[in-house]
Nanobody, 122 residues
């Protein structure tokens, strides 16, 4: 099982980035998938979740209306489109499977890989 996040980088406030997460070794379509982030000196924060069955999406209040999660099961890939980025969005972003889903973005993560760094700065 491997999850590889990519697409991070340096962007100015108000800019956009699209993160990708490619899964290998398992069928991503079977899982609820999510993104979480961790900024230096801060706790891990759930960002978004997409269901395995009907594609319902869920977001943390801090990113609602700005971020959009999607999945392409044929490519075994999950995406996170991030618009109107703010300096407080600066963090390492990870994609993960949900071992248990409790509702919304809440749950117990199963597997995650190396993250991708997003830096929002002028």
């Amino acid at each position: 099982v491997q999850l590889q996040a990519s697409g991070g980088g340096l962007v100015q406030p108000g800019g956009s980035l699209r993160l990708s997460c490619a899964a290998t070794g398992f069928t991503l379509a079977r899982y609820f998938m999510g993104w979480f982030r961790q900024a230096p000196g801060k706790e891990r924060e759930g960002v978004s979740c997409i269901s395995s069955n009907n594609g319902n999406t869920y977001y943390a209040d801090s990113v609602k209306g700005r971020f959009s999660i999607s999945r392409d099961n044929a490519k075994n890939t999950v995406y996170l489109q991030m618009n109107s980025l703010k300096p407080e969005d600066t963090a390492i972003y990870y994609c993960a499977t949900y071992r248990h889903w409790y509702g919304g973005i809440l749950g117990e993560y199963g597997d995650w890989g190396q993250g991708t760094l997003v830096t929002v700065s002028s």
